[in-house]
């Protein structure tokens, strides 16, 4: 009797693992359709969050964008285009498509039927502006025109573009290398491969150039440009910083670290730049997943902690952050210092009603007052 309730308790393991690992495949697999996840999310998965630091400051969010149009984990990774005062918000909807809102938060335009876009990044080059976003399901990366006047957005000839990989596409940051355009993306695998962008906005290509690691999952990335450093989320760890620049070495140093003794809780996730007056000055943002917070450290070496901070909007503390992107850009009155924009990731609001996710704006200078930060 002994010897079979061992196995009956042997086999009741076993089959608990089977299923979950058919849940996590079935969650994951390119064919899974978004209602379907969407019902798997809701039925068989909690998310739990860590409380964050006492004492922790509260920003309150300036507005917030129209909802993506699919459900559950749909919204994923911002970037802002910046013309003079004009501003434009560009999200990523991972089950279908790349939006942009204007600084209202209304919807201006939409590309659509793309797969699984999810990080997108904003550069200029030959006299145009460019967003780029990897795309999960087909391994590629998709390349648009954007008009920084009115927002709307025109596929470049050529896209999506193929590119490298071990497993699933993930993170896409672009880097301005002193006038030539370079492509970041980062895998599941661990894998980060850099492209050059060759040829010209009507015939362009990604040509690979080097290849890097981390031990494990990557996603969020971010150039600083001016010091041709890359950084990089891998999502357990903590934040890497690598040099960007094609013909310099391949080695990575942990600048920050999830963990008791860090800085960030798991995962680790958006990364953003906020530049200063030059190119020492200004600071780093890291969506810390694992507790709903943002950490900040210093832009240049060592990377000194600087404080985090929560955003509420509509009353509710918003969190599971996915991308994140900032500028410094003076945006008139209004936002004098520039905005963070951010995904909200929480499914459900505080009545547990479900409601689509979306990207939330905070003035930066709120957040410069609340972690009494010096203006770089």
């Avoid at 308790?9 to 979950?20: H, P």
């Avoid at 749909?74 to 991972?94: C, E, Q, R």
């Avoid at 492209?195 to 690691?213: C, I, K, N, W």
């Avoid at 509420?312 to 004098?336: F, K, M, N, Q, W």
């Amino acid at each position: 009797m002994i010897h079979a309730a061992a196995r009956i308790t042997a086999g009741a393991v076993l089959a608990l693992a089977l299923a979950f690992g058919a849940f996590v495949f079935a969650l994951e697999h390119p064919a899974t359709s978004g209602p379907t996840r969407c019902w798997l999310q809701e039925t068989f998965y909690s998310q739990e969050w860590a409380d964050p630091p006492s004492g922790t400051p509260i920003v309150e969010a300036s507005f917030a964008t129209e909802p993506v149009r699919a459900p559950c984990d749909a919204a994923d990774d911002p970037a802002i285009v910046v013309s003079g005062s004009v501003f434009f918000i560009l999200g990523t909807n991972k089950q279908a498509s790349v939006n942009v809102y204007d600084r209202t938060g209304a919807l201006v335009d939409r590309a659509d039927d793309l797969g699984a876009p999810n990080n997108v990044d904003v550069r200029g080059w030959s006299g145009q502006t460019l967003a780029f976003a990897s795309e999960k399901d087909d391994g590629a990366v998709l390349g648009f025109r954007v008009d920084p006047e009115n927002g709307t957005l025109r596929a470049i000839p050529g896209s999506p573009f193929a590119v490298d990989a071990e497993d699933e596409v993930y993170g896409l940051c672009l880097y301005d290398g002193e006038g030539k355009l370079y492509v970041f993306t980062t895998d599941k695998s661990g894998l980060i491969t850099q492209y050059a962008l060759e040829g010209d906005p009507g015939s362009a290509f990604l040509r690979q150039v080097r290849r890097l690691r981390v031990g494990t999952q990557p996603e969020g990335c971010v150039v600083d440009d001016a010091n041709h450093t890359l950084f990089v989320g891998e999502e357990e760890i903590g934040v890497w910083r690598f040099d960007a620049r094609e013909d310099t070495q391949s080695t990575g140093v942990l600048i920050a670290r999830t963990g008791q003794e860090g800085t960030l809780t798991a995962d680790v996730e958006g990364l953003a730049i906020y530049e200063g007056a030059d190119q020492s000055a200004g600071y780093l943002i890291a969506s810390s997943q694992g507790d709903n917070t943002f950490s900040v450290y210093d832009r240049s070496d060592p990377h000194a902690f600087r404080g985090r901070f929560q955003i509420r909007s509509e009353g509710e503390v918003i969190g599971d952050t996915d991308g994140l992107e900032v500028t410094s850009a003076s945006l008139g009155d209004t936002y004098p210092l520039g905005i963070l924009a951010v995904q909200d990731g929480m499914i459900r609001d505080s009545s547990g009603a479900r409601r689509n996710q979306r990207f939330v704006v905070v003035s930066w200078a709120d957040v410069k007052t609340a972690i009494g930060l010096a203006q770089p």
